[in-house]
């Protein structure tokens, strides 16, 4: 599952039309969870990964599939070292999704769930 969000390269999708960048204490949790993500990937902290992601990927994985999806993915470390760059921008909030800009057509998906922001797509 891990590789899905490591790997997956999708159509581009066009930006929110609601919303818009936020700053500050709006966007603060949801760099926090991606800092999270960084830091337990770079960690190979799976146990710590699989707690920051959506509830649809924490319950069709566990860290054994996310273990072996990493280390599957030749890509793995390239895509990683792009979340970290992003972690310099400012996310696109639009309602209980958040959006942060990976490059050209990519971008780190986010959703708000009952216990916060949790990663969803990694496109």
Do not use: H, K, N, Y
Not at 14 to 34: F, H, I, K
């Amino acid at each position: 599952m891990l590789s899905v969000l490591i790997a997956s390269c999708v159509t581009p999708r066009p930006p929110p039309e609601a919303g818009g960048r936020a700053q500050g204490e709006q966007t603060a949790p949801v760099l926090e969870v991606v800092r999270g993500f960084a830091e337990a990937s770079r960690g190979r902290r799976f146990d710590l990964v699989l707690g920051l992601l959506s509830q649809r990927w924490r319950s069709a994985s566990t860290v054994g599939s996310l273990t072996a999806d990493f280390d599957a993915e030749p890509l793995a470390l390239d895509r990683l070292r792009r979340v970290e760059e992003a972690l310099s921008s400012q996310p696109l909030l639009d309602g209980g999704v958040a959006e942060l800009p990976l490059g050209p057509g990519r971008a780190l998906v986010l959703v708000r769930e009952e216990a916060g922001w949790r990663i969803d797509r990694l496109e």
